[in-house]
């Protein structure tokens, strides 16, 4: 009995599909970030929909430094004071932060959206978030610190997300 080629065929065909209905693992990417008057290290972050991102911040500074996700930078009695749209909050996810400071809402120097701060030289922190669908697009990271002066003096980078 001679078997076609149609049934071999049927298999590879259903087998394929089935294996793109399959939910991946998300890709894991870690980066190192190192804060320092007055830069991040990288400065520029690539990130894509769908990995499972850690970003482990260490403060190599002398000062207190801290990292903001956003857009729009706003301003306060003329200085820059954060971002108008914070990365986290406009795409409805939190990142999962491992840190002697945290903090999320209003701050001190008047300041809103998620933050890391470490305030002292060989200070660690981590975080790990899931990059979504509303995280595409360009964001910026920066410091804040000493009413903006941080900022101003070069304390910024970018984080660009793909699909």
Known sequence: MKTGKLPLALVVIVSAFLAGCAKSTPELVSYTLEMREYNFTPDALELKVGQQVT????NKGTLSHEIMFGRDVMKMDNR?????????????????VMAEMHMEGEHEE????FMVVLPKEGDTASLTFSVTDGMFGEWEI???EQEGV?????MKGK???SK
């Open 159 to 161: 984080v660009t997300v």
């Open 150 to 154: 941080h900022y101003d003096a070069g």
């Open 80 to 96: 820059p004071s954060g971002y108008q749209y914070d990365m986290f909050a406009e795409s409805g996810s939190e990142p999962t």
């Open 55 to 58: 970003i482990n911040l260490v």
């Open 110 to 113: 008047g300041h809103t959206g």
């Open 142 to 144: 920066g410091c804040f």
